[in-house]
C-alpha cells in the first residue's frame, strides 16, 4: 500500500490532479516522464496479443515515450521466467499465472496487472475421429446443424469407450493455470467428465488424479501438429489454433469459451510488483497506450479489425494466414468445415469494461485452482479478497484512464465509474451449467460445484 | 573420360585441334557435369514437392523457394524503411522533449521493430565466427601443448574423448544457466542469448581443433625434430619455426571439420534456445504455421547450406594459402 501512495505523489503532481482530472487537462509531462523508456514485451503467438502489437504499429508506445521491442516467446513458461528474472519487462500472460506465482504456485513471484486484455477468445477443439463419434450424441437444430452450444454431455461415451479399450483420453490444453485449463475442466465436469485434481501437497502436479479425461501441456502453436499427430484427442486453446485445425482438415471446434462463461475475462497484461514500483510513471504510461490500443481495436463496432488482422498476420506477431486469424477476429467462428457462425464477442477488447481488472476475476480464477486442488486446503473469503487485491490493481487503471480522459483521448463513459466501482461485477449466471458466480463469496461458489473439491476436502 | 571422348567424335568434335579438345573436356566436366546434377535436382525435387502435401499446403518446389526468397528481400527494405521512419520520428519526439524537459539526456536508440531474414544471418554469422574464434585461441595453443608432451596427452586424451561427443542440446541448458548466474550486469555489453549461443558453439567444435591439432604435432616427421636438436633451437622458436609449419595441414583439418560442426551446432542451439538467429527464424516460422511457412523454412535451409558451403570453402582457401605443401589440402 504504501508503493502506491509514494507512486501518486510521486507520478500525479500532487493529489489535485487526480481529483480534478476529469476537468482540467493534464499535459503528458505532468504525469512524470518513464524513468525506463527501452522496454522489452514478451508474447504467445496468440491474436489476444493484439492491444501489444496495435500499441506498437499504432505509435501509443511512442506517444508514451516508451521505445518497445516485442518478442515472441517459446511458452509460457518461458514468458513467466522472462518476466520474474527481467529480461522481459512485462507481458501478455495468462489470467491465472500472476495469481499462481503470487500465491507460489508453480513459481513464487509477486507479478501484478495493471490492465486486463481481453475477453474470451478460446475454444475447444476435437480431432475428427472424436467428432465422428460424437456426432449422434450432439442435438440438432432445425437445419439440422449440430445444435449449440454443445455439451461434454455428448463427449462422454467416447471418452467411456476409449477408457473400455484401454486407451486413456488425452487432451492438451497450454499450461497448468491457463484460462484454457480452467475452461476445458470447467466444460468437462459441467457435461458430467471428470478431468481430474492435483495436488501440490502431495507432490503430484500432473493434474490427473481421478481423471477421465487425462488433461496436459502442449504450447498453442503446436496444438494442431500434436492432435494430427494423434498423442491428444482434443485440446482447449487460444486463437487462431482452433480455426487453424478447421482449415487444415485435422479437427473440429465444438465449443467456444464464449459459450462457456459469456465474456469470460482472458489474458492480462503482467509486470513485476518491482517494476511497478520502481517506475511508476513507465507503468501508467504502459497502461495508457495499452488502453489506447484496445480502445482502437474495438472502435466503431470492430471497424478496424481487418487492418489489425493484417498486422497480426506479419510473421513477427502471430504470423498465420490473414485468413485463418480474420475468421475469429472479425465476429464469425467456423466449427465444422463451412458451418460458419455469428460470434459478435469472440473477441472483445474493450468494450464491457474488457480492460478494467476485477477483483471478482481474480477471485473466479482462485475458485477453480481451489477446486481441482491447486491450491490445496481451505482459505477464508477473506483470503480470497486479499490475494486479488494484491495482484489486481485498477488503481494503477484508474490513473491512466482518468488521464487519458482529461486529455481527451477517450471518454469517462467508457470505463466504469472509478468513484463508485469496488472491483466486483454483480453476480454473474451465464455459464453454460448455470451456476451463479458471486466474487464477494467465493467458498460457497467452490461448495455448489457437483464435481470438484469442496470446502473441508483435502487429498 | 571415354564417355566425352565418343560424345565428341559422334558430334564432330573430332575435327578440333587437341588443346581446345582438352579445353572443351575440362569445360564439360567442370561445368556442364555440375549443372546438369543440379537441373536433375532441382527436377527431383519440383516432381516430389508436387506429391507430398502437408497440412500447410503443398511441400514447396524450386519455384516457391525463389519467390519467398524474392518476399524476404522485400521484406527486408520495407523493414529498413519503417527503421528509417523510426529514427525520424524519435528525432522529433526527442526534440520535443528537450523543449519542455531540459534536463533529459537525450539518445537515439537501436530500432525497435523486426529482425529480418538477413539481419537473423547476419547474427549468426558473427555468433559462428565469435564462437569459432574463441575455441580456435583455446583449441590450437592447447593442442599443441598436449601433441609436444606424450604425458599431458594421456592424461588429458580420456576427457577429450568424453566431451567430444557431447550434443550441443545437452550443453545449451548449463550453459545457459552458468551464463545467467555469472554474467550480471545493469547495462551488458553483449546480450545474454549471443553469449549463450557463442559459448555452446565453442563447447562443441573445441574438440576437433583439439585433437587435430594434438595429432598433427604428435606426428611431425622425426627428421624435422632431429634438425631442432641439432640447431638447439629453443623451444618457442621450435614450435614456430618447426611444429607449426609441419602440422599446418592436421590443424586446417580439424579447424575444416570445427567450423562445420559449429555452424549447424549454432543454428541447433538457436532453434532450441530462440536465440536470434537463422536458427530462430526456422523456428518462428514453424510456429507461424502460414501458408507460406514451409516455402520459408526451406528458403532459410537452403541459405544454411550455402552459407555452410561458403565458410568450408573459406576455411579451406585459407589452408591453401598458409600451408606449405599445396597438395596436403584434401577436397
Known amino acids: 500500500m504504501e508503493a502506491i501512495h509514494v507512486f501518486m505523489v510521486r507520478v500525479v503532481c500532487g493529489a489535485a490532479a487526480l481529483t480534478v482530472a476529469l476537468t482540467a487537462p493534464v499535459a503528458a509531462a505532468e504525469l512524470g516522464w518513464p524513468e525506463k523508456e527501452e522496454l ?66 508453480g513459481t513464487q513471484a509477486h507479478i501484478i496487472t495493471p490492465f486486463s486484455m481481453d475477453l474470451n477468445g478460446n475454444g475447444i477443439t476435437v480431432s475428427n475421429a472424436v467428432w465422428d463419434a460424437m456426432k449422434p450424441h450432439v442435438p440438432k437444430q432445425a437445419d439440422g446443424r449440430p445444435a449449440h452450444p454443445i455439451s461434454a454431455s455428448a463427449l462422454k461415451p467416447v471418452i467411456d469407450q476409449y477408457r473400455a479399450e484401454g486407451k486413456p483420453f488425452n487432451m492438451g490444453m497450454v499450461f497448468p493455470v491457463s484460462t484454457h485449463n480452467y475452461e476445458l475442466r470447467y466444460w468437462l465436469a459441467a457435461g458430467g467428465v471428470h478431468p481430474g485434481f492435483y495436488a501440490p501437497h502431495k ?42 485445425a478447421v482449415f487444415k482438415g485435422i479437427g473440429v471446434p465444438v465449443i467456444t469459451d464464449y459459450e462457456i462463461w459469456k465474456n469470460n475475462p482472458e489474458k492480462v497484461f503482467g509486470i513485476t510488483a518491482e517494476f511497478a514500483e520502481k517506475y511508476p510513471n513507465t507503468t501508467i504510461r504502459l497502461t495508457r497506450a495499452l488502453i489506447r490500443a484496445a480502445m482502437w481495436l474495438d472502435a466503431n463496432a470492430n471497424a478496424n479489425r481487418p487492418e489489425a488482422v493484417q498486422i497480426l498476420s506479419q510473421s513477427q506477431y502471430v504470423g498465420a494466414d490473414a485468413e485463418v486469424i480474420a475468421n475469429s477476429m472479425t465476429g464469425t467462428f467456423e466449427y465444422e468445415k463451412g458451418d460458419r457462425r455469428e460470434v459478435p464477442d469472440f473477441n472483445v477488447f474493450f468494450r464491457y469494461f474488457a480492460t478494467y481488472p476485477y477483483y471478482s476475476d481474480a477471485v473466479w480464477y482462485l475458485t477453480q485452482m481451489r477446486r481441482w486442488g491447486q491450491i490445496d486446503a481451505d482459505q477464508p473469503d477473506s483470503w480470497y479478497r486479499e490475494v486479488a487485491e494484491k495482484v489486481y490493481r485498477p488503481d494503477l487503471y484508474a490513473v491512466a484512464a482518468k488521464s487519458l480522459v482529461a486529455e481527451g483521448l477517450a471518454d469517462a463513459a467508457d470505463f466504469p465509474d472509478f468513484s463508485t466501482e469496488d472491483g466486483y461485477r454483480a453476480p454473474q449466471s451465464e455459464f453454460i451449467d448455470g451456476i451463479e458466480y458471486d466474487g464477494t463469496r467465493p467458498n460457497a461458489y467452490i461448495d455448489s460445484f457437483p464435481i470438484g473439491l469442496k470446502t473441508g476436502d483435502r487429498l | 573420360m571415354n564417355k566425352t571422348v565418343t560424345l565428341h567424335q559422334s558430334t564432330g568434335l573430332a575435327a578440333l585441334p587437341a588443346p581446345v579438345r582438352r579445353l572443351l573436356g575440362i569445360g564439360v566436366k567442370n561445368v556442364v557435369v555440375p549443372l546438369l546434377g543440379i537441373v536433375l535436382f532441382l527436377g527431383a525435387w519440383s516432381m516430389a514437392a508436387r506429391n ?40 522529433e519526439r526527442n526534440a520535443e522533449r528537450l523543449a519542455l524537459d531540459p534536463t533529459y539526456e537525450a539518445k537515439i536508440r537501436p530500432y525497435t521493430g523486426k529482425e529480418t531474414f538477413f539481419d537473423q544471418i547476419r547474427t ?3 555468433t559462428v565466427m565469435c564462437g569459432f574464434a574463441l575455441a580456435a585461441v583455446i583449441a590450437i595453443p592447447f593442442g599443441i601443448a598436449i601433441g609436444l608432451s606424450e604425458t599431458l596427452y594421456t592424461a588429458v586424451n580420456p576427457v577429450i574423448q568424453v566431451l567430444k561427443p557431447i550434443s550441443p542440446l545437452a550443453w545449451l541448458p548449463m550453459v545457459t544457466m552458468v551464463v545467467s548466474a555469472l554474467y550480471v550486469s545493469a547495462d551488458p555489453v553483449v546480450p545474454k542469448s549471443f553469449l549463450n549461443s557463442m559459448i555452446t558453439v565453442t563447447l562443441c567444435c573445441l574438440w576437433p581443433m583439439l585433437i587435430n591439432t594434438a595429432v598433427g604435432v604428435a606426428s611431425i616427421s622425426q627428421d624435422l625434430v632431429n634438425v631442432s636438436r641439432v640447431l638447439s633451437l629453443p623451444p618457442l622458436t621450435h614450435v ?54 514451409l516455402g520459408r523454412i526451406l528458403t532459410a535451409a537452403i541459405v544454411i547450406g550455402f552459407i555452410g558451403f561458403l565458410l568450408d570453402r573459406g576455411m579451406l582457401t585459407i589452408q591453401r594459402f598458409v600451408s606449405w605443401d599445396r597438395n596436403s589440402a584434401a577436397r
Open chain 2, 52 to 91: 507430398i502435401d502437408t497440412s500447410l499446403g503443398q511441400f514447396p518446389g524450386p519455384a516457391t523457394v525463389a519467390q519467398q526468397f524474392g518476399s524476404l528481400v522485400s521484406e527486408h527494405r520495407a523493414e529498413r524503411e519503417k527503421a528509417e521512419a523510426f529514427y525520424q520520428r524519435q528525432e
Open chain 2, 124 to 126: 549468426s554469422l558473427v
Open chain 1, 40 to 105: 522489452t514485451f514478451g508474447f504467445i503467438k496468440l491474436t489476444d496479443m493484439a492491444p501489444i502489437a496495435i500499441a506498437y504499429e499504432k505509435g501509443y508506445f511512442e506517444d508514451e515515450g516508451l521505445y518497445v521491442t516485442i518478442e515472441a516467446q517459446a511458452n509460457w513458461k518461458v514468458l513467466l521466467d522472462g518476466v520474474i528474472d527481467g529480461r522481459l519487462d512485462g507481458a501478455h500472460m495468462l489470467a491465472g499465472q500472476p495469481l499462481a506465482a503470487t500465491i507460489g504456485f
Open chain 2, 240 to 293: 614456430r619455426r618447426i611444429v607449426l609449419p609441419a602440422a599446418v595441414p592436421a590443424i586446417f583439418t580439424g579447424m575444416r571439420l570445427s567450423i562445420g560442426i559449429a555452424w549447424m551446432v549454432l543454428i541447433a542451439a538457436e532453434m532450441l534456445a530462440q536465440n536470434p538467429g537463422l536458427g530462430k527464424f526456422v523456428w518462428d516460422e514453424f510456429q507461424n504455421g502460414s501458408s507460406d511457412s
Open chain 1, 203 to 244: 507432490g503430484d502436479i500432473s493434474g490427473q488424479l481421478e481423471a477421465e479425461a487425462l488433461l496436459s501441456v502442449t504450447p498453442p502453436p503446436q496444438m494442431p501438429a500434436t492432435l494430427e499427430a494423434g498423442t491428444i484427442y482434443g485440446y482447449c486453446v487460444g486463437e487462431p489454433w482452433n480455426q487453424q
